[in-house]
T-cell receptor, first 114, second 111 residues
């Protein structure tokens, strides 16, 4: 049971490039989330999903896209990368959004846009 | 408008003493509160939670207290150990399961 895995661990992008951050969970959780954490700040919710085929925006969705074709995978797409997207990105999952609030986090992807 | 605030960016305590981390919230719709612990270069891990129907929840050395009228919660760690040195995030959730996080408090426990 690997929990939540994220790839890559580190990435440097040039301004205007695109990339996909991968996230997979093997706990059969229905809820999945993407957060970003800027230095000295808390976690800001980018997008979340309550199940396969259902996604919704969080606090800071601009510049990102997501899809959820399976229960296990929740990739985050960055189009036209900008320096403001330099951050650490965390994927998380939880079992029942209404009754179990505890989230399980991946190890993070550190992204630098230059 | 930050709905979950951790006003102390850092806290330093001596090993064996009590650590008290504080968190304030503004949204009355929050009904579930969680604390996460984060080590450098790792993702946050769940530590302890409390429902709004309770005012205290205990798990070993960790106790969370909730004061709904003051919209305030606190995490007590007794006794503190060097391995507790980490960033602690407070989070709050309404019924929908999404969590809003505070900015974190860095706890340093000195041997």
């Amino acid at each position: 049971n690997a929990g939540v895995t994220q790839t890559p661990k580190f990435r440097i992008l040039k301004i205007g490039q695109s990339m996909t951050l991968q996230c997979t969970q093997d706990m059969n959780h229905n809820y999945m989330y993407w957060y970003r954490q800027d230095p000295g700040m808390g976690l800001k919710l980018i997008y979340y999903s309550v199940g396969a085929g259902i996604t919704d925006k969080g606090e800071v969705p601009n510049g990102y896209n997501v899809s959820r074709s399976t229960t296990e995978d929740f990739p985050l797409r960055l189009e036209l990368a900008a320096p403001s997207q330099t951050s650490v990105y965390f994927c998380a999952s939880s079992s029942q959004g209404l009754s179990t609030y505890e989230q399980y986090f991946g190890p993070g992807t550190r992204l630098t846009v230059t | 408008d930050q709905q979950v605030k951790q006003n102390s960016p850092s806290l330093s305590v001596q090993e064996g003493r009590i650590s008290i981390l504080n968190c304030d919230y503004t949204n009355s719709m929050f009904d579930y509160f969680l604390w996460y612990k984060k080590y450098p270069a790792e993702g946050p891990t769940f530590l302890i939670s409390i429902s709004s129907i309770k005012d205290k929840n205990e798990d070993g050395r960790f106790t969370v207290f909730l004061n709904k009228s003051a919209k305030h919660l606190s995490l007590h760690i007794v006794p503190s150990q060097p391995g507790d040195s980490a960033v602690y995030f407070c989070a709050a959730s309404p019924n929908a399961g999404k969590s809003t996080f505070g900015d974190g408090t860095t706890l340093t426990v000195k041997p």
